[in-house]
């Protein structure tokens, strides 16, 4: 069985077997809905409808290719 968990937070790279997980780049997220925001509470139209923003997957020990 694999495990992968969700938002890379810094202790699961110390768990016993360290977890592989997703990255999301929160400063970025972050820096597109204050301006979502921003833009909004002026009145604006937002200039798109979505934002794709590329993950990572960091691989640790918690998966593994299936036995065969």
Partial sequence: MSVVGF??????AWVDPPMTTVHQPLTEMAVAATELALA???GDQPAQVGLEIATTLTVRDSTAPPKQ
């Fill in 40 to 42: 909004l509470g002026r």
């Fill in 7 to 12: 938002d890379d937070l810094p202790v699961v």
